[in-house]
């Protein structure tokens, strides 16, 4: 904060401050850079700012001098010239009264003593100042020492030993991290125990900023931005509409749990994929275990002192995730040689979460999530590492294609948007998902005329599978109008997980059209909503259009039929 008028007439009389230096000249350099030193060291440990005053009398009055532009340039030069190393954090200001000039120099305490002005350290004794002895520099380095710990290791003054949940590091920390026989013979209080692993700081009787972030019952209350939010939105850009949110808050080694099993099933999205006739794989949107990654590395490499701002992770309505952390990449990491070489801002914290099991700690995390991507069908992640205090990766989604038999044709990664759905593979077309949607369960006539030469053909476009004389190689290619009910009862035994989610939904939540549906059930594509979800559903009668003779009805939606809600009735029974 700038100083005042007011204030400084106030430190000129007040002659007992011991943090207030007065002198008449402008120009001895020396016994300045002296004062200054002394302040800067604060041996008192006072944590203040100091003042050196120019133009004023030992007595508190104006010396009547007045600064020229000499005096001024050479006054700014005492921080830069190289006498006062390492240099001490200062401000200038320059007051005229109609007595005079005074020069008020402010001087703020090292984080790293002893200050040397020309190689000899000075110290304040009280309201004089002097050269440091050997004891005094030697607690000047101590308290250096102690500053130069990194943020995780340094001690969270405002907390308390009630504020950790010391269940917490009892019952699943510490058995991983120290073998049980060791525990058993430990007889020192949980303090001591925590202080060995650099959660709590003896000295100060508190717990480190580590501590908190692992165990903190609240650490946002000390750590502003020690937390996750989740948000997702309406559209591709930042100004859609929230969807959903969720700000993951807590200790570390709660929040990561809950996060893991968010990403597992509301993010990655599981499904059934057809690879055959007969067999099935399990796809994903967004592969579990990379997602996972990316944002335990947000925790761990994010720079909690510079910004107040959690770490992002947005949803922009399945086209990409975003992950945003405040911190750009550190130590020997650059842009150059990113991601082969990594370093840890945070590397007791890396430790404390591979002691857990959730993350490896030796840089591999990193090529194996474009890896796994790649595999997954997900375009390679984008990372954004030229930032300078912020680190982002965008993912998108992993595009699969389906032939007309519903059999995966296509999840290569290069597609990158709805849009490409509409190629082709081989000499079958690929369906257009967005028109199947549009028109979700139209059932043909025998046949339709062709607009063109009025002949009779057979209609493909549609989302039931009537294509009863060519697709025989499976029980549910052939699941059609003609199918008995005999077969429809041996279907209905081997429903899907999906389907049971789309059922659950529609009971609960009542009749819903696609757009609640793909919100509802936390989908990303409209493709997946139908083949894995609708198709089936509709197949085993378990659902229905509300209006079945208006298909093109921006107001349809899908119903739960009688059979639907006796088989979730049977569900509560099993």
């Known amino acids: 904060m700038k100083l005042t008028e007011e204030k400084l007439r106030h430190l000129m009389t007040d002659l007992e401050a011991e943090n207030v230096e007065r002198t008449r000249a402008f120009d001895k350099a020396d016994k300045m850079g002296q004062a200054i030193c002394a302040f800067a060291n604060d041996l008192a440990d006072r944590r203040i700012p100091s003042y050196l005053l120019l133009g004023v009398e030992n007595d508190g009055t104006i010396s009547g001098k007045r600064i020229d532009d000499e005096h001024l340039t050479s006054l700014g030069g005492l921080k830069t010239e190289g006498n006062l190393l390492p240099p001490p954090a200062m401000a200038l200001d320059v007051f005229h009264f109609t007595e005079g000039d005074v020069v008020a120099l402010t001087v703020f305490p090292s984080a790293y003593p002893p200050i040397r002005y020309q190689g000899q350290v000075w110290i304040r004794v009280g309201a004089r100042k002097a050269l440091a002895t050997d004891e005094d520099i030697h607690l000047l380095e101590e308290r250096s020492r102690r500053s130069r710990r990194s943020f995780e290791e340094r001690p969270c003054l405002d907390a308390k030993l009630e504020d950790l949940d010391l269940e917490l590091f009892r019952n699943q920390y510490l058995p991983k991290a120290v073998q049980a026989a060791v525990i058993d013979g430990d007889p020192r209080p949980v303090q001591e125990q925590m202080a060995a692993l650099r959660f709590y700081d003896l000295e100060a009787k508190v717990p480190t900023n580590l501590g908190i972030l692992l165990f903190g019952k609240h650490p946002e209350r000390f750590i502003p931005s020690a937390y996750l939010q989740y948000l997702k939105l309406s559209s591709a850009t930042a100004g859609g509409d929230v969807l959903a949110e969720h700000a993951y808050k807590g200790p570390l080694l709660r929040t990561i749990p809950e996060l893991d099993s968010f990403v597992k099933v509301g993010v990655a999205s599981p499904h059934p994929v057809r690879i055959s006739g007969f067999q099935e794989k399990t796809g994903y949107i967004y592969p579990h275990w990379s997602m996972r990654e990316l944002l335990l590395n947000s925790i761990i490499h994010r720079d909690y002192e510079i910004s107040n701002a959690p770490i992002r992770f947005y949803d922009y309505n399945g086209t990409r995730i975003e992950i945003i952390n405040p911190g750009a990449l550190y130590g020997q990491a650059n842009i150059d040689n990113f991601p082969t070489v990594n370093d840890y801002r945070n590397p007791r914290l890396a430790e404390a979460v591979k002691v857990m099991g959730y993350v490896n700690k030796y840089s591999l995390g990193i090529l194996k999530v474009r890896k796994e991507m790649s595999q997954n069908g997900n375009p390679e992640p984008e990372f954004e590492v030229f930032q300078r205090n912020l680190f982002r990766v965008v993912v998108r989604p992993a595009v699969e294609v389906y032939d007309k038999y519903g059999i995966l044709v296509q999840n290569d990664g290069k597609s990158q948007s709805v849009s490409d759905l509409h190629e082709t593979q081989g000499s079958g077309e ?105 198709r089936p559903a509709l197949k085993l009668r378990m659902i229905e259009l509300t209006q079945p003779n208006s298909l093109h009805s921006p107001t349809q939606k899908y119903h739960l039929t009688a059979k639907g809600r006796a088989y979730l009735e049977g569900l509560k029974h099993e």
């Open 430 to 534: 690929v369906s257009d998902p967005v028109q199947q949607l549009s028109d979700p369960v139209k059932t043909p006539s025998n046949g339709e005329k062709n607009s063109d030469n009025g002949q009779i053909t057979q209609s493909t476009d549609t989302a039931t599978d009537t294509a009863t004389d060519t697709a025989t190689d499976t029980v549910t290619d052939t699941v059609t109008d003609t199918v008995t009910d005999t077969v429809t009862d041996i279907v209905t035994d081997i429903v899907t997980d999906t389907v049971k989610r789309l059922l659950v939904v529609l009971s609960q939540l009542g009749d819903m059209g696609i757009q609640e549906l793909l919100v509802q059930l936390n989908l990303h594509h409209k493709i997946n909503l139908l083949e894995r979800y609708l």
